[in-house]
């Protein structure tokens, strides 16, 4: 790549070192002290900020500057505003104030508010949000901000995001206070989110419905070769797919986005990028740019790409692995065994209370990664169980072990690899292996809570294991509180055996798919919530929201509306896929079906008409023709009986579980049928591209 990538990273940001050479010292230490301080920004700070960005901006050739939100749809929203200011004789300047940085007033009667207001309350503000840095885009200045109604609650994603960030800096720095860490004044929890996406030709893509309307094919049958070869999986990269990649990458790293690695992924076609971690609050707003440009990259290389958690039966679908862990605002990692964790007291209590909150909270860790895609990829052999668990590895789980049984804990040996290779280079291997069958693995200095889907927005598994966290610290601080400094080190050493004891049923250092395991969780009591519409309905369980509303994250109002949205959100989504699939089925695979189907009739015809003969083997493809047709046909009836009375269920939890238990029953009823007939007709009279050219042609 001929570019000077330190200078091309971060071109488009007004990150620090901009905010370094364009603000007075004054304004620029006030606004650091916003920033690292969580205190309020002044107007006159925010006056002097808005001139130095919109000089900024313009600059670099913006026109137009938006207020960038994350509202409860999942994606981004923005209403772009332009700089000029009218001025006397005709003329304009190019203007932009502190009270405009700050403050924006999108209409959010549109957005989804789950009840909270009603549709013809309009008003909503968006507000900066100083830790994440304005950037460019497409001649435009994007500022960061929350989004929230006129009576204040939280209509998108950053707010209760920012809020848990806050909770589990104030319960992690009075922890630390309690250890006696004087110097520490804030924790900050960090994400590096791996994104994995499917790249097809665009052209191709554009003839599929099912892909354009719903993001996955409904129906389609496997080619002779899918993943069985394992050819793919860090497989060179096609000449296409390579380029894209590098234009990608240059688009990231000028948004200040930390591209760091890229390789084909297990099914064909598919791929992952993953990203050098960050504040998770910026981390979030990333990964939003991040699968923005991947579709906007894609299209200028005649591809699409697809985000959904499973675009194609039969293979892998995509997930998105949120590596997670805290750092204090000195530079230590809390989740640093260093080389004698069973001695480190502070990374004993802060695995333990990452332990225990993922125990108490499991329910709301899969409410958080919950989504009609998502559940076509959790519990199949190719993504975590629907069951949250731990995996710890061998060398910390040893830990826990002596702490329980009061024994000693010798340091693991570093042992030598061997490869029987004299010319290969010695090197020590780690002490654990890794589980990619664990939902939430802990890797060496971070937590992977591996569950999440490809197209979800993370800033709603960081909220919950954020909060989750700051509760268990909480709890710890309490039972340790008044204990004196000396004695401090053999509290936690009892505080830490007595969590052992009663959370160590979520730790699982085995093989998450097997029959053996599921088994094995619903004896120790641990929750397995196979569906969106059974894992939502723990989320107004009395503990869940003594949680959010003793930590302020959410209101009862706004986990109510959330739980809402979340389940019309599902209801909407299969409803969508089951209108798409019967359009599908009768205007375009059952005429190609019955084309086929007379071809066939007219040549045992003319076969019989010009020689007389039986036509055994063509009978016998007819008459697999036409069941297929009668039961496809009575399948689509069935299916468009079953969406109406859906539509007419007036309980949105009713109709969840109803579309969960009867409709996608129906539709893979069809598709089972459908599939099993695509196999037959030639493709010049299938109504789409099949998975061979979808998976194969790039």
């Excluded at 050479?21 to 920004?41: F, G, M, Q, S, V």
């Excluded at 948004?255 to 971690?277: D, M, R, W």
């Excluded at 981390?283 to 440009?293: G, I, K, S």
Aim: hydrophobic share 40%; net charge negative.
């Amino acid at each position: 790549m001929a570019k000077n990538i330190p200078e091309l990273y971060g071109s488009l940001v007004f990150n620090d070192k901009v905010m370094r050479d364009k603000l007075p010292k004054d304004i620029y230490k006030a606004l650091r002290k916003t920033i690292e301080n969580e205190t309020h920004l002044e107007l006159d700070v925010a006056n002097s900020v808005a001139v130095a960005m919109k000089e900024w901006a313009v600059e670099h050739g913006a026109t137009h500057f938006t207020h960038w939100f994350q509202p409860m749809t999942g994606f981004t929203a923005e209403k772009h505003d332009s700089f000029i200011s009218p001025v006397d004789n005709g003329q304009v300047i190019m203007d932009f104030s502190g009270k405009e940085l700050v403050k924006g007033e999108p209409d959010a009667s549109s957005f989804p508010s789950g009840g909270l207001r009603a549709t013809f309350e309009a008003r909503g503000y968006t507000a900066w949000d100083p830790t994440s840095p304005a950037f460019i885009k497409d001649g435009t200045l994007y500022i960061p901000t929350a989004f929230c109604s006129y009576t204040g609650e939280a209509l998108d994603k950053k707010t209760p995001l920012l809020r848990s960030m806050e909770a589990l800096s104030r319960e992690a720095v009075k922890m630390l206070r309690l250890l006696g860490n004087t110097e520490v004044t804030g924790v900050s929890t960090t994400v590096g989110p791996e994104q994995e996406y499917f790249l097809i030709d665009k052209e191709l893509y554009q003839k599929r419905k099912d892909l354009v309307f719903t993001g996955r094919t409904l129906l389609g049958a496997m080619p002779p070769k899918g993943q069985e070869m394992e050819d793919h999986y860090f497989g060179a990269l096609k000449p296409r797919v390579s380029a894209y990649m590098h234009d990608l990458d240059e688009e990231l790293w000028k948004l200040g986005i930390p591209a760091k690695t890229k390789h084909n992924e297990v099914a064909p076609s598919q791929h992952e990028l993953a990203p050098i971690f960050d504040t998770t609050n910026v981390a979030v707003d990333h990964n939003q740019l991040t699968m923005e440009m991947m579709k906007k990259v894609a299209d200028r290389h005649g591809l699409a790409c697809l985000l959904h958690e499973k675009p194609f039966d039969g293979i892998n679908g995509s997930g998105k692995h949120n590596n997670w862990s805290m750092s204090t605002n000195t530079g230590v990692n809390l989740l640093d065994p260093g080389k004698t964790p069973a001695e480190n007291i502070q990374f004993l209590i802060f695995l333990m209370a990452v332990i225990k909150a993922v125990d108490d909270y499991a329910d709301l860790m899969r409410i958080s990664v919950a989504s009609a895609g998502n559940d076509h990829r959790l519990g199949a052999n190719e993504a975590p169980p629907a069951i949250v668990s731990i995996f710890l590895g061998d060398e910390l789980t040893a830990v826990l072990d002596s702490i329980e049984n009061g024994t000693f804990f010798g340091k693991m040996q570093k042992v030598q690899m061997e490869t029987g290779a004299t010319v290969l280079p010695h090197f020590f291997k780690d002490n654990t292996d890794r589980n990619r069958t664990s939902p939430f693995a802990f890797t060496g200095n971070k937590f992977e809570f591996r569950m999440l889907g490809s197209s979800v927005s993370v800033a709603g598994p960081n909220t919950v294991l954020n909060t989750a966290v700051a509760e268990a610290l909480s709890q710890f601080y309490d039972e340790l509180k008044g204990t004196p400094a000396d004695q401090m080190e053999d509290a936690v050493h009892a505080l830490v055996k007595r969590a052992i004891i009663k959370h160590k049923k979520v730790i699982f250092n085995g093989n998450g798919y097997t029959d053996e395991w599921v088994a094995e969780a619903e004896r120790r009591g641990l929750y397995n919530l196979k569906s969106t519409p059974e894992a939502l309905a723990h989320f107004t369980d009395e503990k869940n929201i003594a949680l959010f509303t003793r930590h302020k994250i959410f209101t009862e109002g706004e986990i109510f509306s959330r739980y809402e949205i979340l389940l019309e959100n599902y209801v909407k989504t299969l409803h969508i896929e089951a209108r798409t699939m019967q359009d599908m089925i009768r205007r375009d695979f059952l005429p190609a079906l019955m084309k086929y189907t007379d071809q066939v009739s007219g040549s045992i015809s003319a076969k019989k008409a010009a020689a007389g003969l039986p036509c055994t083997a063509e009978t016998k493809l007819l008459q697999k023709l036409a069941g297929c047709y009668e039961s496809i046909y009575d399948g689509e009836e069935k299916l468009e009986a079953d969406t109406k009375k859906a539509e007419g269920m007036e309980d949105t939890m009713e109709a969840a579980s109803f579309y969960h238990e009867v409709i996608l029953a129906d539709m893979a009823a069809i598709r089972g049928v459908a599939d099993a007939a695509e196999e037959y007709i030639p493709d010049e009279l299938l109504p789409y591209p099949n998975y061979e050219k979808l998976l194969f042609s790039v």
